[in-house]
C-alpha cells in the first residue's frame, strides 16, 4: 500500500498533465542564444485559475480513507526576472489509523510565473513513516537550466514543468478539438531527471461522486506496464468539462491494490462546475 498520500500529491502534478489534450502546438525547441543572450519568455492567456482558489482531496485505498491533500493557489509579493510569481502549496497527509502505522505528512511549493504559468522555484518536503528527504530546485527558464539542491545543472526544454505548477498548467489549455486516442507529450522535471509524459484523451463521461454528478473529459496517462500499472487502463483521471478544468477523480489499479482521489470541496473557482 505504502504512499497512498503521496500518490495523491503526485497526482495533482502528474496526472494533470494527463488533461494536456489539445491543438496547441508543442512549444518549439529554439536554438541556442549566442552569448550574453537569453531564452525568451513563454506567455499565457488564461481565465481558468486565480489566486485564492482551493481544492481538498480525499485519496481512498480500497474502502479506507487513507490520507488527504489540499491544493492552494496564493499571492505572492516576489518578482523573479521583473515577471510577477504566483505561490502555489500542496499538502498531503494521511489520515485515522494510517497514521499508526504509516505516517504521511508531506509538503510541495511551486512559485510559478504568473504570466507564462512556468515553474522559477520548486521545494519538496516529503516525510512518510519515518522516510524524509528534501527537493530544492531552481528552474532557470531564461537559461532552460533547472539547479537542484546538490548546485547540480540540467539542461531542459523551454518553459518545463514542476508536478505542482504542471496541474495549473494543463489547466489553460483548449481541448475543444481533442478527439478520442490522441495522444501528446509533455515534459516535466522531477527527481532529478527530464520526465516525458505520453497522455491519450479518451473522450467524455458523465460520473457520480458522493458529492454529485459530474461531466467531464476522460484522460488515460501511458504508462510503463508491468512496473507499478499492469496495463494502460489501470490509470484514469476526469477533469470537469467547464472553464476550471479541475480533477474530480482519479482512480489507479495497482498491482498491490487500487486507489482513487476525489475531489471533497472547492472554493475560489472562476466560474461553475459542470455539476448535474
Known sequence: MARSTTILLASIGLFSMSFSQSDRPTEPRAPKPAAGEVFPLRTVQQNA???????TYIVHYGF????EAIVELKESDREINGRKVWRAVGTGRSLGAFNTFYKVDDHYESYFDAQGVFPWVFIRRVSEGGYEFSQDYVYQQHKREVV???KKTHKVPGSV?????AFYYARTLDFSKAKKGDEFTIDCFLDDELFPLRIRYMGKETIKLRNGKYRCLK????????????TNDDLNVWITDDGNRIPVLAQAKVIVGSIKM???SSYGLMHPLAKE
Open 161 to 165: 514543468q514542476d508536478m505542482l505548477s
Open 49 to 55: 485559475f486565480r489566486p485564492g482558489e482551493k481544492l
Open 262 to 264: 476525489e475531489l471533497s
Open 64 to 67: 479506507v480513507n487513507a490520507g
Open 219 to 230: 484522460f488515460q496517462p501511458v504508462v510503463q506496464e508491468g512496473r507499478v500499472f499492469k
Open 148 to 150: 537542484t539542491q546538490e
